[in-house]
């Protein structure tokens, strides 16, 4: 399935962007950290469902440290007042020690809600990130792929197929020649995400491809949203069609 992912934050600003968002594309919700912490779980919650919006995951923005332990209850109380499937924890240089430390309780809490959490590490912390999984069984720990400005379209391809059975995001990004977030249609972009996913449903791949555009920074017009989503859709759903 493709979603889109998108920054909310409670403000009225934040609202109107999605109320002009298409209502039937699925959304990974990215909530600053401080506002997982400040709000209540239904100040964020109820605008949400009054719209109507379909949000598959909850990805915390900022330091995720002030989440872990009791605060990543609130998190995965997030999670299942809106019906989403799992949360995003990004794991970095910074913070993979206080994750590791806090693995188990991570793990717990997960099954206790009966949710997934996808670690979502970066270039350098993949390795480790890895091996605190396998410590773990029962599916609740998954992998969600996130391109740096430097991945290239084969490592990203490389890295998801080593883990397929575990990932279960694919960011989708592209970059432009220094390193800026543009759209995933702009062919001089330094990543080909057309080739990523091909590669990906071709080998078996089920799960979610996710349209990066706010998480890194690159807000577009609602319009421009709906195109890109729509060309990557029809995509999806031609490769789908020939491999059935």
Known sequence: MLCYS???????????????????????LIVPTIKLTELNVFEIV???????????AVKPLGDTEMLLNEEFERLLILVDELGAEFAVLPVGERNLASIAGSMQNLFHLA????????????????????KLMHRYLGGV???????????????????????????VAVKLTNFSAYGKAIRLTDASGTINIFTV??????????????????????????????????????????IREKLS
């Open 197 to 238: 996913v091909k590669e990906l449903l071709q080998q078996g791949y089920d799960s979610y491809f996710v349209v990066d555009y706010e998480g890194r920074k690159l807000e577009l017009p609602s319009h421009a949203v709906r195109e890109d989503f729509e060309a990557i859709s029809q995509y999806i759903n031609s």
């Open 46 to 56: 109820d605008p949400l469902l009054e719209e109507g919006l379909s949000v598959v």
């Open 141 to 167: 720990l998954k992998l969600s792929i996130s391109p740096s400005p430097s991945s290239t379209t084969e490592e990203i391809i490389a890295l998801a197929l080593t883990h397929i059975g575990q990932v």
């Open 6 to 28: 998108v920054l909310y934050d409670g403000t009225v600003a934040r609202m109107s962007r999605l109320r002009s968002l298409p209502k039937d594309i699925p959304l990974e």
């Open 111 to 130: 099954v206790a809600y009966s949710k997934r959490v996808a670690l979502e590490p970066t270039r350098r912390t993949i390795a480790d990130v890895v």
